[in-house]
């Protein structure tokens, strides 16, 4: 009888992007690599596994999940607490209190967790040979046409990396070029740096970017007044308090939940808080029970009970489910009731004249008045830029351009089946 053979061809795989998702992307990849497999982590900026995310340096921006839920590793929840526990005492010295699964940490430490497990497989690990960094930007991906269904990834310098499969991993989406007094990237020193500190400051968006800002402002003493403006004028709902090492327990759903009826989903969310309250719970722990079942759950959605959770529904999902670390929150709380920060909702109808006297006109929400702002700073905290044909990311305008790659019907981002798979113009996954 002849053997099988347990051999297999080599595999090459880039992983464009590598911040928080394509770091992760590669350490798991690693897992699973063969002698001779090739994984190309690109990343335009110097610094890996961070993104925009966790490259601040303010040990004042702190995650908005606790430490206990942030391993990378989920065959090893406390991985990130001990990590923690480890460090050296003066660089502990940055939080709080002594680290458990309960403490939220500075986001810029986080990012340095993610680098080290990179460098730990780079450098240490059985399987280090297989990873390789490429610093530089991909700007193109072919299709080979040697029949073989390769690809290959252009680079900003022209080289050509053969691969396999290529992994998307370009992180959020800025809503475009900074230009005078408006920022389009908040996570940008320079979006808060310059200013007098009696100045004028407008920040579009009042969810957790603008919480960021809010600190970052008043870390460099500003003292003038600040206003935001989103639709609706919502501010991140508070994480509840937690002993040390204390995890709160996710609500267990009795029965699975459905996402064919975004009303009789709803009704049973608001039926469980009811029973959590009943019982003593808080209505936290039932948002924290849906994170295993969303991407389930938006699946399962038509398409006109999504556009209708867009519209109504997403803000107060957000507040709700993107919550702000208490002590970071007690900061913009309190620049509230000294009246130096307001939240407005409200619409904005025109930014004009952001390099001389910038002047933003705010259509207030339920009414024709519309108002109108003149700061010395417009910062957009905004989020993900829906409007794909502006992109910045050469690779995303190149797919988009020869129809490898469309936007969703919602104009979220780009479309994908449900296994992440880019689908063309035609309908086709790759």
Not at 304 to 313: C, M
Request: glycine letters at 10%.
């Amino acid at each position: 009888m002849s053997k099988v053979s347990t051999t297999r061809t080599a595999r090459n795989i880039a992983i464009i992007g590598a911040g928080f998702t394509g770091s992760l992307t590669a350490l798991h990849l690693l897992k699973h690599a063969r002698p001779g497999d090739r994984i190309y982590l690109i990343e335009r900026n110097a610094q890996f596994g961070r993104g925009l995310a966790y490259s601040t340096g303010n040990p004042n921006h702190l995650l908005n999940v606790r430490a206990g839920n942030m391993s990378a590793y989920a065959d090893a929840p406390d991985h990130f607490v001990q990590w923690l526990r480890k460090l050296p005492k003066a660089t502990r010295a940055m939080l709080p209190e002594y680290p458990g699964p309960t403490t939220f940490v500075p986001r810029g430490l986080y990012g340095s967790y993610i680098q080290q497990q990179l460098g730990d497989e780079l450098w240490r690990g059985d399987r280090g040979g297989n990873l390789f960094l490429v610093t530089d930007e991909a700007v193109a991906i072919h299709r080979e046409q040697d029949g073989a269904k390769r690809l290959s990834v252009e680079l900003a310098v022209g080289r050509r990396l053969p691969v396999d499969r290529v992994v998307l991993a370009t992180g959020n989406l800025l809503p475009g070029r900074s230009k005078g007094a408006y920022f389009s990237n908040p996570w940008d020193e320079a979006a808060t740096r310059g200013l007098g500190a009696e100045d004028e400051v407008l920040i579009l968006g009042s969810g957790l970017t603008m919480v960021d800002t809010i600190v970052s402002l008043l870390d460099r003493g500003h003292s003038g007044p600040i206003h935001a403006v989103s639709r609706r004028g919502l501010l991140p709902r508070l994480h509840m308090a937690a002993g040390v090492d204390d995890l709160p327990r996710p609500w267990q759903f009795e029965r699975p939940l459905s996402g064919a009826s975004l009303s009789g989903l709803l009704r049973e969310i608001r039926s469980a808080c009811k029973e959590a309250a009943r019982r003593g719970e808080d209505w936290r722990i039932v948002v924290d029970g849906l994170r295993p079942h969303t991407q389930r759950l938006w699946r399962e959605m038509p398409q006109a009970e999504r556009a209708r959770f867009l519209r109504h529904l997403r803000p107060w999902w957000d507040v709700h489910r993107h919550r702000s670390a208490p002590r970071v929150m007690a900061r913009v709380l309190e620049a509230i009731q000294r009246r130096q920060l307001a939240i407005h909702a409200g619409r904005v109808e025109e930014i004009v004249d952001v390099e001389r006297a910038p002047s933003v006109t705010v259509r207030m929400r339920g009414t024709d008045w519309q108002r109108r702002f003149e700061p010395a700073r417009i910062i957009d905290c905004t989020g993900l830029a829906p409007d794909l044909t502006k992109l910045e990311q050469p690779v995303i305008r190149q797919l988009l351009a020869e129809g490898t790659a469309r936007a969703d019907a919602l104009n979220l981002g780009v479309d994908v089946a449900g296994d992440g798979a880019l689908i063309d113009t035609k309908g086709r996954a790759s």
